[in-house]
Structure formats: structure tokens, C-alpha cells
């Protein structure tokens, strides 16, 4: 999901959040002076939440937003359902107008078209989890039988069928978390919007709820928006991530891109503990076949083939396994060759051969 072929399910343009009761002006300043989140805050006591922020989520993607404490990232998110109203821009969901809507569209898209799952699992303590996870079908007033039969339905899904008539407080943290990730499959909605969901969680429970998720959005294919501090839960989630730094995203990219390209020393800084092994691949590395061949001669008969998808550890393996060229194809198309040069500049972070 590298580029959108299609109208975008999420469209965030030129985003702007300042926070001070001389919002109007500071952000006047801002756009037109060029003067720093510093400045806003000592001439005008705003704070810049978010800074022309603008990005597109195609449908069914995953899309991460991550960043530091005070970077932004869930002021960003908090956009999309108008949790919080912008100071200047444009956000479109399936192509309406969010920023637009009256207070009854907005309880709509709020109740049937976005959902969204918190850090603090936002339970009702005094509802069993069947009622917790039932809450956003009892609000569009659906029989009972009906919003429980979902609700025995989804915890399935997150595998709690058995705990449907415990309490908030029986539960472990990751339980909780998962009784919150139903509520919001229930609302069988078209955008999730995830704040951290994970975070508070031990890293074992955690990297468990991971790999639901993960497995969950493949059978579900929901918009997500995924916001995170962690880039190792950005990479190992996300199809696409944005960085976020002082309200402003600093880079979108695949993991791949990410790790690979940073676009700056901040990004650099954030993937320099990241392992390349697993996110870069083949088709990032091959060279030109004509062009290899030219120069070396004919790619012999038994040359392994990999396909553009594999990783480092794959090449790395197949590498130690057969000295010469490897083949990297598609349908039985050859796309590329990639030689030992090739992957040793992948492991030290110079790119593929030129």
C-alpha cells in the first residue's frame, strides 16, 4: 500500500492546531512570519499542537503515526472524529467533509463510522463485557438480542467468549484492552483510530495484542490509524508510517523507507537501533539484469531465484548457501540480480548497487 490508486479513506490536508486564546493570530503569524513553536508560545502564550500537518490513508491500511511525548500524534488523531476542531485545514472521511458537519452528522460518523480505542481501555465499570462491548448498538437502539448476539460475535473474534458476563475489574490489563478493541469491531465501523492502545500493557502482553491485531486487520481490512511512541510496534504494525516531531510529520514511509532512507538526523537517530535484517529487500537492492549481465556474462542456469519481497535474512541465507548472483523475479519474470557487493551494502545501509 506504497501509493493510493483510489479515493483515499482518510485525507488530512494542511492540518493546523494551536492551542491559546490568541490562536487566530498566532497562527496568522506562523503562516505568514515563518515564526518558530518558541516564539508562538512567547509572543502570542499559544501552544502549537499540531503543525500543517497533511497525509492519505488509503482504504484498508494500516497507517501508523509515532513520535516522541508532545510530538503531536494524538492531537493529530483526534482530528479525524473532531474530537478536537482544527485551526485551519481540511480532513475528509470516504470523501465527506469532516470538518463540515453538523452536530448530528458528527454524532454519525462518530457512532456508525469511526471508531476509536484508547491507552486506558475506557471501560464502563459497571457494565458486564457483553454491555461494554454492546454499548455502541444499544445507542443506535438495536434489540438486545441483537446487540448481545454481535457481542458474543466479536469477543470470540478477540477470544474472551466465556468471560461475557464478568466485570471490568475481573479482568487482567490485556484482557481489558481486548474488550475495548471488540467494542469498536462491533460498531462494525469504516475507520479505527487506535491512541496508543498497547502501551500500557507488559512488553509479553503487549507483543501478544500485536499479533491479534495484526491477524484481526487482515480478516477485517479496516482503515486503521495507529498511533504509537514505539517505531518498533510502528514498523512491525504499520503498512505506511508518519513521524511526527514538535507537531510536524518529518517523514511518510513503508518501514522499508523508514529504516533505509531516513529523511533527516532525527529520523535517523529514531532507526538507528532498528535491525535492517527483516525491512530491507530485495527489490531495494537488485541491480539492472542487462546491465549485470553485460558486465559479468550470462546468469547461470542454477542461480537461485528470490522474490523482490525477500528479506536481508533470506538473502543472507541464500548467499552463504551459493557464491555467485541471485536472481530476483516475479511470475517467472526476471525483475533483478542481486550479487554478495549487493547485500553487504544492504547490511551496512548504503543502498543497492547503482
Known sequence: ??????????????????????????????????????????????????????FEVAEGEIFCIMGLSGSGKSTLVRHVNRLLEPSAGHIRVNGDDVVGLNDKQLRDLRNRRIAMVFQNFGLMPHRTVRDNVAMPLEIRDLPKATRWQEADRVLELVELNGWEDKYAHELSGG??????????????????????????????????????????????KKTTLFITHDLDEAIRIGHRIAIMKDGRIIQIGTPEDIVTNPADDYVADFVASISRLKFVHAASLMQNPDTYIAEYGPLPQNAPKVSANADLNTLIDTAIEWPGAIIVEDAGKTLGVIDRVDIMR?????????
Open 175 to 220: 484482557m481489558q484492552q481486548r474488550v475495548g478493541l471488540a467494542r469498536a469491531i462491533a460498531a462494525d465501523p469504516q475507520v479505527l483510530l487506535m491512541d496508543e492502545p498497547f502501551s500500557a500493557l507488559d512488553p509479553l502482553i503487549r507483543r501478544q495484542l500485536q499479533d491479534q491485531f495484526m491477524q484481526l486487520a487482515r480478516v477485517m
Open 346 to 354: 544492504g547490511i551496512q545501509g548504503n543502498g543497492g548497487s547503482e
Open 1 to 54: 500500500m506504497n501509493t493510493l490508486t483510489e479515493q483515499p479513506a482518510i485525507q488530512v490536508s494542511g492540518v493546523w492546531k494551536i492551542f491559546g486564546d490568541r490562536w487566530r493570530e498566532a497562527l496568522h503569524a506562523v503562516q505568514n512570519q515563518g515564526i518558530s513553536k518558541q516564539q508562538v508560545l512567547e509572543e502570542y502564550n499559544c501552544v502549537v499542537g499540531v503543525a500543517d500537518a497533511s
